[in-house]
């Protein structure tokens, strides 16, 4: 299982690692300028000239598709670090106060998870009326952090109890000290695991957002692309294909990469799984 660990670790860090050297590189190296339109060369297909061929609008596609790399990761990212915090705070002081805190944030917790997370970004959206980058992180995050918060709840709830712990009280520390600098740190690989999963899964719902037309405007992305795809099907199916395939090797690598680091940072699962 320590190879299959490893195995996926290099596979699915490739992967990413080539996406975000993508998304940082290759609107400097693309062939065209994404606003580059062309109605002379609408909906062709793959050439010598265009790679992977043009859109609706005669845009070169790979140039779209590597600009749309760039979109992906700025929202997986940012909601990643955005419902990290929120969920890594509150969890911990859920976790280590317990009593009316825990259960107030927890009765939170339950509440952010009873819906369907997709589905409230949809209707943040359109309250706000303004589907730009802002809005989808801000709507992503505000059900991603609940999952969070969870995870670090429960790893406070058995760190408190540890001997160092009393160790702290003992010399006089301040309860929030020792909770952010002794418990926490204890507690932040399955919240590094957790967060390339949330990474996944924020492309994917940037990509669903963009394909209802509820993504980031005027700005290239791969959703948007299948979305185009899916109304051109049956005469150019490239302009689903390519997107698409971008879409499955970058989740396909974050998974990856997090299966083999749950693996490696988990000493139980890998236990379970031998």
Not at 200 to 222: D, R
Not at 260 to 273: E, T, Y
Request: charged letters at 10%; hydrophobic letters at 55%.
């Amino acid at each position: 299982m320590k190879r299959a660990a490893n195995l996926f670790i290099v596979v699915g860090g490739v992967l990413v690692a080539a996406w975000m050297g993508i998304a940082l590189l290759g609107p400097v190296v693309s062939p065209f300028p994404a606003t580059g339109l062309d109605i002379l060369e609408q909906l062709q297909g793959p050439s010598s000239r265009h790679w992977f061929g043009t859109d609706e609008n005669g845009a070169d596609l790979l140039t779209l598709i590597l600009h749309g790399a760039r979109i992906a990761l700025v929202v997986g990212g940012s909601t990643v670090l955005l419902s990290g915090a929120v969920g890594v705070l509150v969890g911990a002081l859920s976790g280590y106060f317990g009593g009316v805190v825990d259960a107030v944030f927890m009765r939170l917790t339950d509440v952010v998870m009873a819906f369907p997370g997709i589905l409230l970004a949809i209707l943040i959206i359109f309250v706000t009326q303004n589907p730009s980058l802002f809005s989808v992180v801000l709507a992503l995050s505000v059900t991603g952090w609940a999952g969070y918060a969870r995870i670090v709840r429960g790893q406070v709830l058995s760190e408190r109890e540890r001997p160092y712990v009393e160790a702290a009280r003992s010399l006089g520390q301040r309860e929030i000290w020792i909770l952010f600098v002794h418990v926490l740190p204890n507690c932040m690989a399955p919240v590094l695991i957790q967060a390339t999963f949330g990474l996944a899964g924020a492309i994917l719902a940037e990509a669903a957002l963009s394909f209802l037309g509820l993504g980031p405007q005027n700005t290239p992305s791969w959703g948007a692309l299948l979305d185009q795809g899916v109304t051109y099907f049956l005469l150019t199916p490239h302009l689903a294909i390519f997107p698409g395939i971008a879409i499955a090797l970058t989740v396909l690598g974050v998974n990856l990469l997090g299966d083999g680091l749950r693996d490696r940072l988990d000493p139980r699962h890998l236990a379970v799984r031998e």
